[in-house]
C-alpha cells in the first residue's frame, strides 16, 4: 500500500514542483502551452529525436521517486506526426531495477529481464496489415492507467516495490501524472456514482478531464487500462469450447453515415480480446485485426432510443490460444500487453451503450470435447455474452524449477580478437581462496573448491564479457557482450543485484575493481571501433546509490589488460599491442602516459600485475612474445626483461631446463603474482610458478590446451588456471596436486540422453567431442574426440554400459563405457545422422538421416548388428531437432517425422511394419499455412499418447490408435518449438524454443498453465527429465540442470492420472479394536483435490499405498472410495460417531478425543515400509535411520551380556554425531545439561571437561529429543525395530541418568517431541504409519489423547504463553488445537488455515513461537511467514533464504533460522508487534538479517541461549557447532565423518590414532582427549584403508600415514610436517587393504581385484605386483617380524593377505635384498548366506600377538567359527564357535581378549584363556571394524559412521 502522504492519490508534477525544474529535468524543446479541449496549461514535449526531447523526474538517475501507488495515471495525448516514448524505471521487492517503454514507434512486443517494451498503436481508418505507429491528425486525450503491480507479475514474475523515476519523450502534450492505489473510473463523475449506486471509484476532480454538457466522456476522450482487467486480480476469464480474436477490434456499425469509433490500445497478439455485445439496429459484421484503432473523433456513432434483441454477429476465428506465466502467448510473436479500452456512444436520447468491452480471454485446449478438435467457430452470441468463462491458474510451487548446477566455462570473448579465443579469459579467486567465481556465457557461478558446491548470480541475458571482485568481496561486477553493454553490480555475499546501468562503452572488454570497491575502471570500444576508458564511483552502490561515471576517455593505445592498483585507488595500468601505459585519476579526469620499453616498444603485451608487497613498486608485464617485464611504476623505467623459452632446443632432442635468456620464446597469455611467485600462463600448455627472481621454475603443471588465464590465490597457497579448451582447475601448491574444478564443451551442445539406471549425462556438440557426465558430482567421467566426423545425436543402452552416437558423415558408433573403446561401426546412412533412439527394453535402436533412410539394429547383445535399413522413410528436409525419432514407454512404437515434413508415422519397433501415419497439414482446416511437424514425443502410457510439435507453434497430441487429436496447446513459443519432453508420470511438460524453456502443467484440465525460465545465452537444443525424475536437463551454450521443486505425488491404485484420485480419510480420537469404518472423505467446492491434498495411511476396506512398493494389488474392502455430498466426515466407532468437520481452509472442526481406557493405542493398520535414506535429506523429511546390514531379530536369543560389575569393557567415548536426526540436540546454558545422539545412545557431555556419560537403551537409532522446561526430564524417541512395529519413547531423570519410564508409540517414526509449559503434558509426533498425534500425562505416563492425521506433519510446538494451546505445520496449511480438560477427560478443538497464496509455499516445514500472540513458520521455498495466532491469519512473510527452512528459534527481538543450504541466519524482529497491528500494509522491509553464518550442510538442529547471543547447532553432516553471534564464529564442537569409516590405525606411542572413511578424509585424533588434530581431504574419492608407519621407522617426529584410495591411488602424509609427501598410483583398482613392513620402509597394499603391489616408500617406485589371489578383493593385509630362518624361510618380514574368496596367503620376505616367498597357502570352502542378504563374509586374518606362530581366522569356512592355524604345524590348533558370521577383528596385543564385530550390532569379546565371552550393544549398524590400541587398554569399534571407544579393564 501507498504511504499515508500517498494517499488517495499523488499529483507527481505538484509535489515534485515540475514547473521550477529543480527536482525534475528538461531537455529539448519542452515548453507550456494552453489547451483548448482541457483549458488548462499543459507541457508540450516535441521534437524529430524522442531521446534528445523529454522531461525527466526525479533530476538525477542516482535519486529516486519513491512512489509506492499501485496505479499510475498519464494523462496525455499523442501529437501527430511523431511518435512518442514513456520510460517507466520500476523497483522491485528484491531491489531489481526493471525499465517499462511505451511507443507508438515500437512494432512489437520485446521483452528482458529488465526491460519491457510495449507497441502502442494509433491509426485512422480501415485496418491495414502494414498500418504504421504514428498518431492520427485529431488524437484525443488519453487516460492512460497503468496498473504496476500486475504488469510486473504477469509479465516478469517479479513483485512492485516502487517507481523509480519517468522520462516522457517527444511528441506529446502531458497534463500531468498520478500515482494512486486505488482504481478510478474517469467516465463517471461522483455524483453520477452516488446517484446510480455504481460501484466504482470516480475519478477526483483534480484528475478529471472535463466534459461539456450533453456530451459524453467516451466521446471526447479515451481510456486505456493495462493489464486489461487487473482490478479483478492477474487471473482472466475465458470461454470454453471457443475460439478467440486476435489482440484488437475493429468495430463498424452503420447508422445512417456514422461509424462507431474504436478505441486506442496496445498492438499485441497475446491478448485475445473479446467483444461484448451491445443492442444494435440491425446486424453487424464484426471483423477481427491485429491491432486496435484509433479513428477520427469526428465520426460519430448514432444509437437507437430503445433496446433491440441482439443481432447475428459472425466471426472469423484464429486458432486457441494458451496463457503462459509471463503472460498469455501467442502466435508467432511474443507477448505485447493486455489492453482494455472503452468506447462509447451517446444518441439523442444519451442513452449510453456499450459498442465494445475488451476482455482478456486466454483459453485452454482441454475445454473441447475429447473426440473432435478444439472448436474454431462458435456463435456470435456466445463470443458477445462471453459464456462458460473461467479463471486462468497458475499450478503451484511458482517457481517449479530451481538452477541446481551448470556443466560448462566461458562467456564472450573479448581478448585477442584476432585469435580463436572463444572462452572468456576471466576466473577469480574469493577473499578466503575457498572459492572461485567464473561466467558460464550469461550466468555468473560462484564455486566452492572443496565441497563443489554452485551459487549463480542470474539476471544476464547475453553472455557475459568482464568480471571484477573488489578487495573485501563485497561487490562484484560484470559486463554483458553486444552493444549496448549493460553492467551490473551485485552484492557477493547475497547474489542480489544492486545496480544495473547501461556503459557508454558500446562492448565492455575488461573490468578492474579498487581493493576499496569504491572504484570502478571498464575498457572497451565504441561504436567507431576506438578504445575507450571508463571509470564509476561506486562508494555509494552498497549504501542503495547508484554507479556514478566519472570519466570517460578515449584513446589510440590498444588495451588487453586494465588494472587498478591495489595500494592506490587513484592509480591505474595497462598494456596491448605495442606499449605500456600508466593511469591517473585526478580531479574526475583521467590521464595517461606511455612508459619507456626501448627496444620492447614493438611488442605485444597480453597481462599485467602489480606486485603485492606494499613497499614494491614493481609492475610486471607479459607479452605474446614470451617476455616478461618489471616495470618500476614510480620511475616509468624497466627494470628487468626476461623470456620464457621452450623446452627444448632445435638441435637437441633431450629437455632443457627453463630460461629466460635471448631466443625465440612462448607466449604468455597471463600472469598473476603473488608476495613470493609468479604463476604464468602460455600457450603451450604450462602452467609454471617461478619465484619472483625467476631464477627457476618451482612448479608446473601441463594443460590440454593452451592457457588463457591463471590467478593466484589471496594466500599464495593456490594458482587457478582457465584454459581455451574450457577447462577450470587449480594448483595446489603445498601438495603439488592440480584439480580440475569444471571441463565444457567449447562449441555449440547439440543434445543429449540419460542412463535410466544410472546418474549419467551424454552429450555431443559442435566441438566434436562427445562426453559422459555424472549427474550427481556434475563432474566428466569420458571424453570421446572425433577429430573428422561431427557427432549429432546420441543414446545410451538401457542395460548395457554402452552409448550410441550418430555422426555428421553418416556413422553409427557403439562406445563401451567399460573398455572406453569403439565397439562396433556401421555406416548404413548415406547423409548425416538425424536421430537415434533406443528401446526401453534394450532390444533395439533406431537410426535416421539427411537422406530419409531408416536403419532398425539388434542391440541386445553386446554387438549390436543392423537388422533393416528402410529408404525414404523419414523426412530428408525436417527441422533439426533430437525429438526426430522416438519410441514409446513399452517399446512397441516408434514415431517420427516422415515421409514428408507434414506427416507423423507410427511403426510397430519389431517389424518396422506402418501403423498410423498423420497428415499434420490437415489438421487445421481453417488455416491457410500448411503446419509441417517439428518434434515427436510419446505419453505415458496409458493412456498412448503421441505429443507433436508443429511449425505454427503448437503441439497437438495425438492418439496413437486412431490418429485423431485429443488436445491441442497453441502459442507454445514464439517460434517452432524443436525439443520437449513429458515426464514419466505425465505431470509436467518441457517445450524449448530460442532461449526459453517452459514447464507445462499437463494435467491441468481447464487453463493450461505455464512457467518460463531464461539463461541460456543461446537457443536451447534439447531438454531432459534425469532418470530419477527429480531434476530436468537442458542444454544449449551449456548444460544445466534444474531441481523439480513440486511434491512427488501417489496415485491411488486403479486411478488414471489426470483424474480424480482417491481421497484421503481422517481419523480422531484414540484407536480402538474398531470394526471396518465408512469414510465419505468431503472435496472442495472447486474441484477433486481433497481438503489435506494427499493419500491417506491404508485403513481397513481401503487401498494400501507404501512408499516403497507402490499400489498393493489386493483390496479386500470395497472398490473405492466414495464422493460424499455432505461436508462433514464421519468417522464410526462401534456405538460412538465422531463428527469432525474437515473442511475447506478456513473451516473450525472440533474432534473430541476421550481418553483410551487402556492408556496404550493399538496398531491395526499395516506399517508402511520406511524409505531409504537419502543422502542430503531434507527438514522436513521423516527421521531416516541408517540401513541395517542384517536383522535384529535374533540377536536376543544369542547374545551374552555380562553382569555391569564384571564387564571388560567400559565405554569411555562416543566419537560422532547423528546428523540424520531432527532436534536431537538440547542445551541449558544456567545448567550446563549439554545431550546429543549418535546412532542408538544418548551423548551427555560436559562442554568443559569433554567428559562422557552415555544412557543406553534404545533398540534403534534415537531420531529426536527434548527437555523438560524444568531440566529435570529428558525425552527421546527411536524408531520401530524387528521385534516390534511401534517406536519407542524414554524418559531419562537428568540429575542421575536413570531411564524412568518407558511408553510405545503407535508410528513406526517419532519426529517430534514437545512438552507443554507447566511440564505436564508430553506431546509425540509421528511421522511414518498412522502419523498420529499423541498426548501423555507426565504424572501417569498415560495416553490422554491421540489423532491419526490424514497427511505428514513436519513439526509441533506448545504455545509458552498458554498451556493448553500448540500448533503443527504441514502441507499447505497451519494446525492451531486447544486442550480443553473435563476432569479425566481431555479433547482437543483443532483450527485448519491455509497458506496464503503470497507466502508462495507448497508446505510448511517448521515453527516457533515468538511474542505473544506470534508464531513463525518456515516453508520449503525459504520463506518465513509470521502468524496472529488470536486472529488466526498470517500478515507477513519474507524471504529467509532459498531453501527449505528446518529449524526456527525465537527468543524475544530476535529469530534464528536454519536451512537446508546450510545457512544459520539471525534476524531482528523488534518489529513484528508494530507490524502485526498494521495487518496487510505490513512490509517485510522492517525485518532486517543481522548475522549470517554458513555450516558445512543443512542444519538440523539448534538450540540457543535465551539471549540468542550463542548456541548450538547441528549439521546433516554429523557435526556440532558452537555459535558465537557477537563474534560472528562457528567452532566446532563434536565432528565425525560424513560417511563410513573404514579403518582405524594408532601411533606406536599411543598418543594418537588415525581414522579414514568413505568421505575421502583421513582424520587425526588426540587419543587423550579424542579432539580433532589433523585433517588430510582429498575430494571426490574414498579413502578405504590406512596404515600407520611403525617404530622402527626412524625417530617418532617422523611418523607416517599411508591411506589407500578408491582411484587406486596411495598417498603418505607426514603428521610432523601435515603435509602430504608421496602419491603415487600402483594399482588401477580401488585400493582395499595397505600395511607397512616391519622396517617401515616398503609398503604393501592389495585392491579390489586381487592384486598385491609392493611399493618402496623413498622412491615412490612399485618393485613387485602379486596376482596370485587375482579375482576377488583383498580384504586384509598384515605384516609383522620374524627371525631369519624361522620357520624353514629366510626373511626377516612375515605377511598375509586374505581375499573375499576365502584363500589367505603366508610369505616371507627381505624387502631389501628382494626376496619374498610363498610360505603358506589357506583356502577354504565359501560360508553360507548371512542372515541379511547382500552382505557378504569377509575374509578376516591375523597374526596371534601372544604366540607368533598362530594364526587367527574368521570368516573362513561355512561354520560361524574362529580358528586358530599353527603355521608350524600346518594345522587347526583351536575352534572358537560364534553365534553369527564375523565381519570385523581384532586381537589384544596386551592380554589373550580377542573382540569380534557382527552385522546384528553387536559387539564380542573372548577371554582366550578362559574361554569367557561378553557381548556388548551400543552401535546402530554392523561392527565393521574393531581395532585394540598397541598397548591393548582401548578398544575402538565402528559403525557406519558412528566410533565408540571403550576402554578394556584388568590389562
Given amino acids: 500500500m501507498a504511504r499515508a502522504w500517498q494517499h488517495p492519490f499523488l499529483s507527481v508534477f505538484r509535489h515534485f514542483k515540475v514547473d521550477e525544474w529543480k527536482r525534475s529535468a528538461k531537455e529539448g524543446d519542452v515548453a507550456t502551452v494552453m489547451d483548448k479541449t482541457l483549458k488548462c496549461t499543459v507541457y508540450r514535449v516535441r521534437g524529430s529525436v524522442s531521446a534528445s526531447n523529454y522531461i525527466q523526474l526525479p533530476r538525477t538517475g542516482t535519486q529516486s521517486l519513491g512512489l509506492t501507488g499501485r496505479y499510475l495515471y498519464v494523462l496525455f495525448r499523442p501529437l501527430p506526426p511523431r511518435h512518442f516514448v514513456i520510460h517507466l524505471d520500476v523497483f522491485t521487492e528484491d531491489s531489481q531495477v526493471i525499465r517499462v517503454s511505451f511507443s507508438s514507434l515500437f512494432k512489437e512486443f520485446k521483452s528482458t529481464a529488465t526491460w519491457l517494451q510495449f507497441p502502442f498503436i494509433c491509426e485512422a481508418g480501415t485496418p491495414r496489415k502494414d498500418a504504421a505507429g504514428v498518431p492520427p491528425t485529431g488524437a484525443r486525450w488519453t487516460c492512460l492507467q497503468l496498473d504496476l503491480h500486475d504488469l510486473l507479475l504477469v509479465y516478469l514474475n517479479r513483485r512492485y516495490g516502487h517507481l523509480k523515476s519517468i522520462r516522457l519523450c517527444a511528441s506529446l502534450l502531458v497534463r500531468n501524472l498520478y500515482t494512486s492505489d486505488l482504481c478510478f473510473d474517469p467516465a463517471v463523475t461522483a455524483p453520477e456514482a452516488r446517484r446510480a449506486k455504481l460501484p466504482v471509484t470516480p475519478m477526483p476532480r483534480e484528475m478529471a478531464f472535463p466534459v461539456p454538457k450533453g456530451q459524453s466522456w467516451h466521446d471526447r476522450y479515451v481510456h486505456i487500462r493495462f493489464p486489461s482487467d487487473s482490478s479483478k486480480g492477474v487471473s482472466t476469464l475465458g470461454q470454453k469450447n471457443g475460439s478467440l480474436p486476435e489482440a484488437g477490434l475493429s468495430a463498424l456499425c452503420s447508422t445512417g453515415s456514422a461509424a462507431l469509433s474504436s478505441t486506442a490500445a496496445f498492438l499485441g497478439h497475446v491478448p485475445r480480446l473479446l467483444p461484448h455485445s451491445a443492442p444494435f439496429n440491425k446486424p453487424t459484421q464484426v471483423s477481427m485485426s491485429p491491432e486496435v484503432q484509433m479513428h477520427d473523433p469526428a465520426a460519430s456513432c448514432r444509437v437507437p432510443s430503445a433496446p433491440r434483441p441482439l443481432p447475428e454477429i459472425s466471426m472469423s476465428c484464429e486458432r486457441l490460444e494458451v496463457s503462459s506465466v509471463g503472460g498469455p502467448s501467442g502466435r508467432g510473436q511474443e507477448p505485447s500487453a493486455w489492453a482494455e479500452a472503452t468506447d462509447k456512444c451517446v444518441n439523442s436520447t444519451n442513452v449510453h451503450v456499450s459498442a465494445h468491452e475488451l476482455a482478456v480471454v486466454p483459453v485452454a485446449p482441454e475445454d473441447v470435447a475429447p473426440h473432435e478438435p478444439p472448436c474454431r467457430e462458435q456463435s456470435g452470441q456466445q463470443a458477445a455474452l462471453g459464456k462458460n468463462r473461467f479463471q486462468q491458474r497458475s499450478f503451484l510451487p511458482d517457481p517449479i524449477l530451481r538452477l541446481k548446477g551448470v556443466i560448462g566455462f566461458g562467456g564472450h570473448s573479448t581478448r585477442w580478437v584476432r585469435r580463436p579465443m572463444r572462452l572468456l579469459a576471466c576466473a577469480l579467486w574469493t577473499k578466503d581462496g575457498a572459492a572461485v567465481v567464473y561466467p558460464c556465457h550469461a550466468v555468473i557461478v560462484m564455486l566452492h573448491v572443496d565441497t563443489r558446491q554452485q551459487r549463480f548470480f542470474l539476471g544476464h541475458t547475453d553472455k557475459v564479457s568482464a568480471l571484477a571482485l573488489d578487495g573485501s568481496n563485497s561487490l562484484l561486477a560484470s559486463a554483458q557482450a553486444r552493444a549496448p553493454s549493460m553492467l551490473r553490480l551485485w552484492d557477493f555475499q547475497t547474489g542480489a543485484c544492486l545496480s544495473l546501468f547501461r556503459s557508454p562503452v558500446h562492448v565492455v572488454c575488461s573490468l578492474s575493481f579498487s581493493d576499496s570497491g569504491a572504484l570502478l575502471c571498464g575498457t572497451g570500444k565504441d561504436r567507431h571501433g576506438r578504445t575507450v576508458v571508463v571509470a564509476w564511483d561506486t562508494a555509494q552502490v552498497g549504501r542503495g546509490g547508484e554507479a556514478v561515471l566519472l570519466t570517460k576517455v578515449h584513446t589510440d593505445a590498444d ?159 593456490r594458482v587457478l588456471s582457465t584454459t581455451s579448451s574450457g577447462h577450470l582447475g587449480f594448483l595446489d601448491v603445498p601438495s603439488r596436486e592440480y584439480s580440475v574444478l569444471m571441463r565444457s564443451h567449447t562449441a555449440l551442445v547439440l543434445a543429449l540422453a540419460t542412463k535410466c539406471r544410472q546418474e549419467h549425462l551424454a552429450t555431443v556438440s559442435q566441438d566434436h567431442t562427445v562426453r559422459v557426465w555424472d549427474l550427481v558430482t556434475l563432474q566428466q567421467l569420458y571424453d570421446f574426440t572425433s577429430p573428422k566426423e561431427a557427432p549429432r545425436a546420441v543414446a545410451f543402452h538401457p542395460t548395457q554400459p554402452t552409448f550410441f552416437c550418430g555422426f555428421s558423415g553418416g556413422a553409427v558408433c557403439s562406445f563401451s563405457l567399460e573398455a572406453t573403446e569403439v565397439l562396433v561401426e556401421h555406416r548404413c546412412h548415406r547423409g548425416a545422422v538425424t536421430g537415434l533412439a533406443t528401446s526401453p527394453d534394450g532390444s533395439f535402436l533406431f537410426s535416421s538421416c539427411s537422406r530419409g533412410s531408416l536403419a532398425q539394429y539388434d542391440c541386445a547383445a553386446t554387438q549390436c548388428r543392423v537388422l533393416r535399413v528402410a529408404a525414404n522413410v523419414v523426412c530428408q528436409d525436417a527441422h533439426m531437432s533430437p525429438n526426430a525419432l522416438v519410441v514409446s514407454g513399452d517399446s512397441r512404437l516408434l514415431a517420427f517425422v516422415g515421409p514428408s515434413k507434414y506427416t507423423v508415422t507410427i511403426m510397430d519397433t519389431a517389424s518396422l511394419d506402418e501403423l498410423l501415419r498423420v497428415d499434420i497439414s490437415a489438421l487445421d482446416g481453417t488455416s491457410s499455412r500448411l503446419d509441417s511437424a517439428v518434434a515427436v514425443c510419446f505419453g505415458p502410457a496409458p493412456p498412448g499418447h503421441l505429443l507433436v510439435s508443429t511449425s505454427s507453434n503448437t503441439v497437438v497430441v495425438l492418439d496413437t490408435t486412431s490418429g485423431r487429436m485429443v488436445r491441442e496447446l497453441s502459442g507454445v513459443h514464439p517460434t517452432a518449438c524443436p525439443s520437449l519432453a513429458l515426464s514419466r508420470d505425465g505431470r509436467f511438460l518441457l517445450t524449448a524454443a530460442d532461449r526459453a524453456i517452459k514447464v507445462w502443467d499437463y494435467l491441468m484440465q481447464a487453463n493450461l498453465g505455464c512457467q518460463v525460465y531464461i539463461g541460456h545465452s543461446e537457443p536451447v537444443q534439447a ?480 538450540v540457543f541461549h535465551d539471549s540468542m547471543d550463542m548456541g548450538v547447532a547441528g549439521s546433516v553432516a554429523g557435526t556440532l557447532w558452537y555459535i558465537n553471534w557477537a563474534e560472528g564464529t562457528s567452532t566446532h564442537l563434536i565432528s565425525g565423518h560424513r560417511s563410513k569409516v573404514n579403518e582405524v590405525a594408532f601411533s606406536p606411542s599411543e598418543s594418537h590414532c588415525a581414522t579414514c572413511s568413505d568421505d575421502g578424509s583421513v582424520r587425526v585424533w588426540s587419543l587423550a582427549s579424542m579432539e580433532l588434530v589433523i585433517q588430510f581431504q582429498v575430494l571426490n574419492q574414498s579413502c578405504l584403508c590406512l596404515a600407520w608407519s611403525p617404530p622402527s621407522c626412524g625417530r617418532p617426529e617422523q611418523q607416517q600415514v599411508a591411506a589407500g584410495y578408491s582411484d587406486g591411488t596411495l598417498r603418505v602424509f607426514s603428521i610432523s610436517r601435515t603435509a602430504m609427501e608421496l602419491k603415487m598410483r600402483p594399482h588401477l583398482a580401488a585400493l582395499t587393504a595397505i600395511a607397512f613392513s616391519a622396517d617401515g620402509q616398503t609398503i604393501l597394499s592389495g585392491d ?127 575352534k572358537i564357535p560364534l553365534p553369527f558370521f564375523a565381519v570385523s577383528l581384532s586381537l589384544s596385543p596386551g592380554a589373550r581378549l580377542m573382540a569380534i564385530g557382527f552385522a546384528e550390532c553387536v559387539l564380542r569379546l573372548v577371554d582366550c584363556t578362559s574361554g569367557a565371552v561378553q557381548d556388548f550393544a551400543g552401535h546402530n549398524d554392523s561392527v565393521r571394524l574393531c581395532r585394540f590400541t598397541p598397548a591393548g587398554r582401548l578398544l575402538f569399534t565402528a559403525a557406519h559412521r558412528e566410533i565408540l571407544v571403550w576402554e578394556v579393564t584388568g590389562c
Fill in 559 to 717: 588495451i588487453q589488460a586494465f588494472k587498478v592498483a591495489f595500494f592506490d585507488e587513484t592509480r591505474m595500468a595497462s598494456c596491448g599491442r605495442g606499449g605500456v601505459r600508466l593511469w591517473r585519476l585526478r580531479r574526475g579526469g583521467l590521464r595517461s602516459c606511455a612508459v619507456d620499453l626501448g627496444e620492447h616498444h614493438a611488442l605485444e603485451f597480453t597481462d599485467l600485475a602489480f606486485g603485492q608487497d606494499l613497499d614494491s613498486c614493481t609492475l610486471y608485464v607479459c607479452g605474446r612474445s614470451g617476455h616478461i617485464l618489471e616495470i618500476d611504476h614510480q620511475h616509468m623505467a624497466v627494470r628487468r626483461a626476461r623470456r620464457l623459452l621452450p623446452t627444448q632446443t632445435p638441435s637437441g632432442p633431450l629437455p632443457k631446463r627453463q630460461t629466460f635468456s635471448s631466443g625465440p620464446g612462448i607466449a604468455i597469455s597471463s600472469l598473476s603474482v603473488s608476495q613470493v611467485t609468479c604463476a604464468v600462463g602460455s600457450e603451450d600448455g604450462y602452467l609454471r610458478l617461478w619465484p619472483l627472481d625467476f631464477s627457476s621454475v618451482l612448479l608446473e603443471a601441463e594443460h590440454e590446451g593452451p592457457i588463457s588465464s591463471v590467478c593466484v590465490s589471496p594466500d599464495g597457497l
Fill in 1023 to 1502: 531438454v531432459a527429465f534425469s532418470p530419477n525424475q527429480q531434476q530436468l536437463l537442458s542444454v544449449g551454450d551449456a548444460i544445466f540442470l534444474w531441481d523439480i521443486l513440486a511434491p512427488n505425488e501417489r496415485l491411488p491404485p486403479g486411478s488414471v492420472r489426470g483424474s480424480p484420485g482417491a481421497p484421503p480419510a481422517c481419523e480422531a480420537g484414540p484407536e480402538h479394536n474398531l470394526a471396518p469404518s465408512v469414510f465419505r472423505p468431503r472435496y472442495e467446492a472447486t474441484g477433486g483435490h481433497s481438503v489435506w491434498g494427499r493419500w491417506a495411511p491404508p485403513v481397513a476396506g481401503a487401498f494400501s499405498v507404501s512408499d516403497d512398493e507402490g499400489p498393493s494389488e489386493e483390496s479386500h474392502g470395497p472398490k473405492g472410495l466414495r464422493q460424499a455430498s455432505g461436508s462433514a466426515l464421519l468417522v464410526k466407532e462401534a456405538d460412538r460417531v465422531v463428527d469432525a468437520a474437515c473442511g475447506a481452509a478456513g473451516d473450525s472442526w472440533g474432534l473430541s478425543m476421550p481418553p483410551h481406557p487402556c492408556g496404550q493405542p493399538s496398531a491395526q493398520s499395516p506399517r508402511r515400509a520406511r524409505a531409504q535414506p537419502a543422502a542430503h535429506p531434507d527438514s522436513c523429511e521423516p527421521f531416516m535411520s541408517q540401513g541395517k546390514a542384517s536383522s535384529l531379530a535374533k540377536v536376543g536369543q544369542s547374545v551374552s551380556s555380562p553382569p555391569a560389575s564384571s564387564e571388560r569393557l567400559h565405554l569411555k567415548a562416543v566419537v560422532g554425531y547423528s546428523g540424520n536426526g531432527r532436534a536431537n540436540v538440547v542445551w541449558r546454558p544456567d545448567t550446563g545439561f549439554f545431550a546429543y545422539t549418535c546412532g542408538r545412545l544418548v551423548v551427555v557431555e560436559d562442554l568443559h571437561s569433554g567428559a562422557q556419560q552415555h544412557w543406553l537403551g534404545h533398540p534403534e537409532e534415537i531420531s529426536t529429543l527434548a527437555l523438560s522446561h524444568d531440566a529435570q526430564v529428558l525425552a527421546s524417541a527411536s524408531g520401530h525395530s524387528s521385534t516390534a512395529s511401534c517406536g519407542q519413547i524414554r524418559l531419562w531423570e537428568v540429575p542421575g541418568g536413570s531411564c524412568r519410564q518407558l511408553i510405545s508409540h503407535r508410528d513406526p517414526t517419532v519426529r517430534a517431541l514437545a512438552f507443554s509449559p507447566d511440564d505436564r503434558l508430553l506431546i509425540t509426533l509421528g511421522y511414518d504409519g498412522d502419523c498420529t498425534l499423541a498426548l501423555w500425562s507426565m504424572s501417569t505416563y498415560e495416553l490422554l489423547s491421540s489423532t491419526r492425521l490424514p497427511e505428514p506433519v513436519h513439526g509441533v510446538a506448545f504455545n509458552p504463553w498458554h498451556a493448553g494451546e500448540l500448533a503443527c505445520v504441514g502441507q499447505g496449511a497451519i494446525t492451531l488445537w486447544l486442550l480443553q480438560q473435563r476432569g479425566a477427560d481431555v479433547s482437543l478443538q483443532v483450527h485448519r488455515e491455509r497458506i496464503p497464496e503470497e507466502v508462495r509455499a507448497g508446505k510448511l516445514t517448521s515453527l516457533c513461537y515468538g511474542a505473544m500472540p506470534l508464531l513463525y513458520c518456515g516453508s520449503d521455498t525459504g520463506q518465513v511467514c509470521v502468524w496472529d495466532t488470536r486472529a488466526c491469519r498470517c500478515f507477513l512473510a519474507w524471504e529467509a533464504d532459498n531453501s527449505e527452512i528446518g529449524v526456527l528459534l525465537c527468543s524475544g527481538v530476535r529469530l534464528v533460522s536454519g536451512s537446508d543450504s546450510g545457512r544459520l541466519r539471525l534476524w531482528a524482529v523488534e518489529a513484528m508487534l508494530e507490524l502485526r497491528r498494521k495487518g496487510s500494509g505490513a512490509r517485510s522491509s522492517s525485518v532486517f538479517m543481522e548475522r549470517e553464518l554458513t555450516l558445512d550442510g543443512a542444519i538440523v538442529s539448534a
Fill in 1648 to 1774: 579390489k581385484d586381487g592384486l598385491v603391489a609392493v611399493s618402496r616408500l623413498c622412491t615412490g617406485m612399485t618393485l613387485r605386483v602379486l596376482s596370485d589371489q587375482r579375482g576377488a578383493p583383498i580384504s586384509t593385509i598384515q605384516s609383522t617380524s620374524k627371525e631369519d630362518g624361522d620357520f624353514g624361510v629366510e626373511g626377516t618380514d612375515l605377511w598375509l593377505a586374505a581375499s573375499g574368496d576365502q584363500r589367505v596367503s603366508i610369505w616371507a620376505s627381505d624387502w631389501p635384498q628382494g626376496h619374498c616367498e610363498l610360505m603358506d597357502w589357506l583356502s577354504f570352502p565359501a560360508p553360507a548366506l548371512m542372515e541379511a542378504p547382500g552382505c557378504p563374509v569377509p575374509s578376516l586374518a591375523a597374526f596371534c600377538p601372544w604366540d607368533g606362530a598362530l594364526l587367527v581366522c574368521a570368516g573362513l569356512g561355512v561354520h560361524r567359527e574362529v580358528i586358530f592355524y599353527s603355521l608350524r604345524h600346518k594345522q587347526v590348533v583351536e
